[in-house]
Antibody, heavy 117, light 110 residues
Framework: EVQLVESGGGLVQPGGSLRLSCTVS????????MNWVRQAPGKGLEWVAI????????QYLDSVRGRFTVSRDNARNLLYLQMNSLRAEDTAVYYC??????????WGQGTEVTVSS | QSALTQPPSASGSPGQSVTISCTGS?????????VSWYQQYPGKAPKLMIY???KRPSGVPDRFSGSKSGNTASLTVSGLRAEDEAVYYC??????????FGGGTKLTVL
């Protein structure tokens, strides 16, 4: 069974940092592009970042570039999102999502990040 | 990276068909056949319903179909059922391996 399980969310002050993790199982992790997608409270979905199968290529939403870094450990089936200089507008549920055929094919259940003083 | 435009709401009676539009630009929807649609229930993760404009993943009922014309993609739900009531989002490749979602459409089954 394919599973994606996010962790690492929580309450952080503006300007602070947080690292999200996504543990995957049930598929060959290194074969897939992986994404982070977020959803602010009561709002729609917003793509945040993508990383190529072996981690050599990443791309980011303009508003997070330079603050967020996506990485992966294929040996441990782990996806990460390092978030620095956090702002109130980064408050959201963050989903780990497997990419396939140009779509967001398989989603985790999400981890909640709240940026507030 | 401007969000794709979807109507905030749509509705239909059981058994009817409803179509939800998703309007982008020549830089995203109009440029690529990587348009996809997602269904989301309250408090749940989204689920892929359509990919590459009109393809259905295994397990998605054939009542769901997708199409595209120019800069606008559409999702049609035929034979509406109560369990189709959810929020639907479109997404598209926007070039340079960037991606953009629509604002979402709340589908109500009357």
């Amino acid at each position: 069974e394919v599973q994606l399980v996010e962790s690492g969310g929580g309450l952080v002050q503006p300007g602070g940092s947080l690292r999200l993790s996504c543990t995957v199982s049930g598929f060959i992790f290194s074969n897939y592009w992986m994404n982070w997608v977020r959803q602010a409270p009561g709002k729609g979905l917003e793509w945040v970042a993508i990383i190529q199968q072996h981690g050599s290529s990443q791309q980011y939403l303009d508003s997070v570039r330079g603050r967020f870094t996506v990485s992966r450990d294929n040996a441990r089936n782990l996806l990460y999102l390092q978030m620095n200089s956090l702002r109130a507008e980064d408050t959201a549920v963050y989903y780990c999502v497997r990419g396939e055929s140009g779509a967001f094919e398989m989603w985790g259940q999400g981890t909640e990040v709240t940026v507030s003083s | 990276q401007s969000a794709l435009t979807q109507p905030p709401s749509a509705s239909g009676s059981p058994g009817q068909s409803v179509t939800i539009s998703c309007t982008g630009s020549s830089s995203d929807v109009g440029a690529y056949n990587y348009v996809s649609w997602y269904q989301q229930y309250p408090g749940k993760a989204p689920k892929l319903m359509i990919y590459e404009v009109n393809k259905r993943p295994s397990g998605v009922p054939d009542r769901f179909s997708g199409s595209k014309s120019g800069n606008t993609a559409s999702l049609t739900v035929s034979g509406l059922r109560a369990e189709d009531e959810a929020v639907y989002y479109c997404a598209s490749h926007a070039g340079s391996n960037k991606w953009v979602f629509g604002g979402g459409t709340k589908l109500t089954v009357l």
